[in-house]
């Protein structure tokens, strides 16, 4: 079975490196990355070790073998989150600038393809994890780099004043991401509005069959301009449309042509839940 993704784990990373510390040193494929093995992590998974920084190791999907780059395999990248706020959680989310600046790596106004299928399944595995840890699971709306032209997720977790990650949080990051399961059931779409923690969009895919790509908040919406609005669902693979955390949004001049407008209940119940409730009932932690 072909792997489904490649983990990068980013040795100045105190989350990836403690995370990488429990599956010891899995086989290695033969294949190579600036002299480091690429590893058979499991079945889904490869592993790959990167002695540089995660948020600026740009374009590291070129660097990989001909037979991976041209399938564009996914990046998933575990890492520290960092908030002011400084308070503990799970989140996933997808990578890119909507907006004219690139504090956090990348380019202005450039965006990387998304992977919703892959985003939630990571979202929904430490939404039913996280609880026992005391910590709660969010997406977060799209930010920051590497640059890539590959699909690529980050999943964090934020730790605030602790001197490094709880071994609860590590240990969820560890069971899961080796075996990520993407649904052909979930509906991709582009997310829009709302607050940095996305807490609808959260909310809709824990919830409903809905697997959101990428997701510009409300603060995104201030600074975006229609190319960066329009390639926002064109890099969000297989987008059925837009959902929108307010209605008022669908109505902002620049997001004129980016594709269908779609409801809450476009998609299906998950098996299990209910639906979702009213928008901003669900807050999750930071700014």
């Known amino acids: 079975m072909d792997p489904r993704y490649l983990?990068?784990?980013?040795?100045?990373?105190?989350?990836?490196?403690?995370?990488?510390?429990?599956?010891?040193?899995?086989?290695?494929?033969?294949?190579?990355?600036?002299?480091?093995?690429?590893?058979?992590?499991?079945?889904?998974?490869?592993l790959l070790r990167r002695s540089g920084s995660h948020i600026h190791d740009d374009r590291l999907d070129h660097r990989l073998p001909t037979p991976l780059r041209e399938r564009a395999l996914p990046?998933?990248?575990?890492?520290?989150?960092?908030?002011?706020?400084?308070?503990?959680?799970?989140?996933?989310?997808?990578?890119?600038?909507?907006?004219?600046?690139?504090?956090v790596g990348g380019e202005p106004r450039t965006l990387v393809p998304s992977e919703p299928r892959l985003m939630v399944a990571a979202l929904r595995a430490m939404d039913e994890l996280g609880p026992a840890a005391g910590l709660r699971a969010t997406y977060e709306a799209t930010h920051h780099g590497p640059r890539l032209d590959s699909p690529a997720l980050f999943v964090e977790i934020g730790f605030g004043l602790l001197p490094g990650p709880p071994e609860e949080a590590v240990e969820i990051l560890a069971r899961i991401l080796p075996h990520l399961e993407p649904s052909m059931e979930d509906h991709p779409a582009l997310?829009?509005?709302?607050?940095?923690?996305?807490?609808h969009f959260t909310d809709l895919a824990l919830r409903r069959r809905w697997a959101f790509g990428h997701i510009l908040s409300r603060h995104a919406l201030?600074?975006?301009?229609?190319?960066?609005?329009?390639?926002?669902?064109?890099?969000?693979?297989?987008?059925?449309?837009?959902?929108?955390?307010?209605?008022?949004?669908?109505?902002?001049?620049?997001?004129?042509?980016?594709?269908?407008?779609?409801?809450?209940?476009?998609?299906?119940?998950?098996?299990?839940?209910?639906?979702?409730?009213?928008?901003?009932?669900?807050?999750?932690?930071?700014?």
């Open 7 to 46: 983990l990068v784990i980013s040795e100045p990373d105190p989350v990836a490196v403690r995370v990488a510390e429990r599956w010891g040193t899995p086989p290695s494929t033969g294949d190579w990355v600036d002299g480091a093995p690429i590893r058979q992590l499991s079945t889904g998974a490869l």
């Open 75 to 103: 990046l998933v990248f575990p890492s520290v989150h960092r908030s002011e706020q400084n308070l503990p959680c799970l989140t996933v989310h997808p990578l890119g600038n909507p907006g004219p600046t690139a504090e």
């Open 191 to 199: 997310g829009v509005g709302g607050g940095h923690y996305a807490p």
């Open 222 to 287: 201030g600074v975006l301009d229609a190319a960066t609005a329009r390639s926002a669902l064109a890099l969000t693979p297989r987008a059925e449309g837009a959902v929108y955390a307010r209605a008022s949004d669908a109505s902002l001049p620049v997001l004129a042509g980016i594709g269908p407008r779609l409801r809450d209940g476009n998609a299906p119940v998950r098996p299990g839940t209910t639906a979702p409730p009213t928008v901003g009932a669900r807050r999750a932690s930071g700014t």
